[in-house]
T-cell receptor, first 113, second 113 residues
Framework: SAVISQKPSRDICQRGTSLTIQCQVDSQVTMMFWYRQQPGQSLTLIATANQGSEATYESGFVIDKFPISRPNLTFSTLTVSNMSPEDSSIYLC??????????FGSGTQLSVL | GDSVTQMEGPVTLSEEACLTINCTYTATGYPSLFWYVQYPGEGLQLLLKATKADDKGSNKGFEATYRKETTSFHLEKGSVQVSDSAVYFCALSATDSWGKLQFGAGTQVVVTP
C-alpha cells in the first residue's frame, strides 16, 4: 500500500487569498491526482498531476485557478487561488499504486470566509 | 459521459441486519468498478473492486458482482455491525483511465446497536 501525507489537514482562509496543499507519498508512484469533495456532494476529479510537465485538467477546472506542481515522483502541490466561499471543500490527493489500486490522502478541509 | 448512480441515504439499520446499496452505471466500453468507504473522521479507502463482467469483489464481509447486462454493481453484506457505519461510494474507472474515477453521490449507512 501507499502512505499519503497531506498538509494542512484543515484551514480557514479569507476571500481573495490562496492556499497551497501539499501531498507527500512514501514511495514513488507514476500517477497522482487531485480530487474535490464539495459539501454534501461526491468527489470530482480536478486534474492529473504529471511529473515534469503541466497537469492535465478536467472539464471545468483551469490552471489559473488550480495550479499544480509535481517536481518528482513522491510529491505534489495543489494551489487554490483567489479563493471564494464556493471553493470551500475537501481537497484530496490520490495516487495510483503499482498494484493498480488508488489510494487517497486524508484530505484538506478548506473553509473560505 | 460516464456516470454512476447510487441509492440515496441515509440508510439506517440495526446490527446484524442485511445491507444492500444499489449502484448502476453508464459507460462506454468496459469500465472497472469500485466501492470505496469513508469511515467517520477518516480518509477514503478502497473496499472492493471488479474489473470485468461477472467478477465478484469481496472484502470484510461485503460483496459486489459486476453485472454488465444490468449495468449494476450493488454492494451487499449479510450481517452488518456498528463499525460498518460509514459513507459508501460507488465508482467507475473507464478503460485505460486508471486512477480517474467517476464517483456516485455516496450513501451514508448508520448501524445502530
Amino acid at each position: 500500500s501507499a502512505v499519503i501525507s497531506q498538509k494542512p489537514s484543515r484551514d480557514i482562509c479569507q476571500r481573495g487569498t490562496s492556499l497551497t496543499i501539499q501531498c507527500q507519498v512514501d514511495s514513488q508512484v507514476t500517477m497522482m491526482f487531485w480530487y474535490r469533495q464539495q459539501p454534501g456532494q461526491s468527489l470530482t476529479l480536478i486534474a492529473t498531476a504529471n511529473q515534469g510537465s503541466e497537469a492535465t485538467y478536467e472539464s471545468g477546472f483551469v490552471i489559473d485557478k488550480f495550479p499544480i506542481s509535481r517536481p518528482n515522483l513522491t510529491f505534489s502541490t495543489l494551489t487554490v487561488s483567489n479563493m471564494s466561499p464556493e471553493d470551500s471543500s475537501i481537497y484530496l490527493c490520490s495516487v495510483l499504486h503499482s498494484n493498480e489500486k488508488l489510494f487517497f490522502g486524508s484530505g484538506t478541509q478548506l473553509s473560505v470566509l | 459521459g460516464d456516470s454512476v448512480t447510487q441509492m440515496e441515504g441515509p440508510v439506517t439499520l440495526s446490527e446484524e441486519a442485511c445491507l444492500t446499496i444499489n449502484c448502476t452505471y453508464t459507460a462506454t466500453g468496459y469500465p472497472s468498478l469500485f466501492w470505496y468507504v469513508q469511515y467517520p473522521g477518516e480518509g477514503l479507502q478502497l473496499l472492493l473492486k471488479a474489473t470485468k463482467a461477472d467478477d465478484k469483489g469481496s472484502n470484510k464481509g461485503f460483496e459486489a458482482t459486476y453485472r454488465k447486462e444490468t449495468t449494476s454493481f450493488h454492494l451487499e453484506k449479510g450481517s452488518v455491525q456498528v463499525s460498518d457505519s460509514a459513507v459508501y461510494f460507488c465508482a467507475l474507472s473507464a478503460t485505460d483511465s486508471w486512477g480517474k474515477l467517476q464517483f456516485g453521490a455516496g450513501t451514508q449507512v448508520v448501524v445502530t446497536p
